[in-house]
């Protein structure tokens, strides 16, 4: 897979997870996190979607 056609990680540098295992910084589970760079774009595309609820409030 080329690089330039990777889904991006939401990775913003402020790394630290809370009481729930979510990443303060970029909402992604610890296991996200550490699964990322063998995800695939689909899986990939999947962790952003839920980030984007992570970040509403509505799935933690």
């Known amino acids: 897979m080329e690089t330039k056609h990777r889904v991006r990680s939401p990775c913003v540098s402020v790394c630290a997870l809370d009481e ?3 990443c303060i910084g970029c909402h992604r589970s610890g ?10 774009n689909e899986e990939r595309q999947q ?12 799935l933690i």
Do not use: H
């Open 20 to 22: 729930k295992d979510i």
């Open 31 to 40: 296991d996200e996190i550490l699964r990322w760079t063998i995800m695939t």
């Open 47 to 58: 962790v952003l979607e839920n980030v984007a609820r992570r970040e509403r409030g509505s």
